[in-house]
């Protein structure tokens, strides 16, 4: 009777050791991904995105400037004094948030077509061994657009010669692209700067615009 409850208690302990064990080595496993495997991954998805994104964004920009034919002189204005000195420059503001609407709407669009978009990453780079990131066959990730696009103007003026200055106008697109991984999503915030109209003004220009460099608005 005695051996017969020693061997239970045996079976018993061994069982409860190889569940640790296979516990304890899928908990490393996870821990490794999660810490290790991941961000590497993420950063070789994060090129990829990033060239989807500004392409995208830079459709869209051309898009909705040829549809609308806009210039500078729609979206700035410049009112000079009897001297011919400027006196002030104003933003149009309601072509500014009709452009802006027109490509967050474009924009939203290409990234819906974006949804559908898988990113090909060597089977290395899951080992989390820099050296094998490119060896192995591509797995593919899938690229999920998340939240909405957000604009901001942003206006640069650089001093050109004498009483001469360029002015240059930059939108600012922040889009935000989930990347789905084996075990884990990891959600991007991309921002893109893209030029939408530059102009070069004759006359001087007050030094509060230097003073405020990139102002943004």
Not at 79 to 106: G, M, P, V, W
Not at 169 to 190: E, G, M, Q, R
Request: hydrophobic share 40%; glycine share 6%; proline share 3%.
């Amino acid at each position: 009777m005695k051996c017969q409850s020693r061997k239970k208690l045996s079976l018993k302990t061994k069982t409860y050791i190889c569940l640790g064990t296979f516990l304890f080595i899928l908990l490393c496993l996870f821990l490794y991904f999660q810490f290790i495997v991941t961000p590497l991954v993420v950063d070789v998805s994060y090129a990829h995105v990033d060239s989807v994104a500004t392409t995208m964004i830079s459709d869209a920009i051309y898009e909705v400037t040829q549809e609308g034919g806009y210039d500078y002189d729609d979206f700035m204005e410049i009112n000079y004094a009897q001297d011919n000195s400027i006196s002030f420059i104003s933003a149009n503001t309601i072509t500014l948030n009709n452009f802006a609407r027109e490509l967050s709407t474009k924009a939203q669009i290409y990234l819906d077509k974006v949804g559908s978009y898988e990113i090909k990453v060597p089977l290395g780079s899951f080992t989390g061994i820099t050296a094998l990131s490119g060896v192995g066959p591509d797995i593919a990730l899938h690229v999920v657009p998340i939240g909405s696009v957000i604009t901001s103007f942003r206006s640069n003026f650089v001093s050109e010669g004498i009483n001469q200055t360029i002015h240059s106008l930059y939108i600012d697109v922040n889009v935000s692209l989930s990347v789905i991984l084996p075990l884990t999503t990891k959600n991007l915030d991309f921002v893109t700067q893209v030029l939408v109209c530059e102009h070069f003004i004759n006359g001087k220009v007050p030094e509060v615009y230097f003073n405020f460099g990139n102002s943004v608005f």
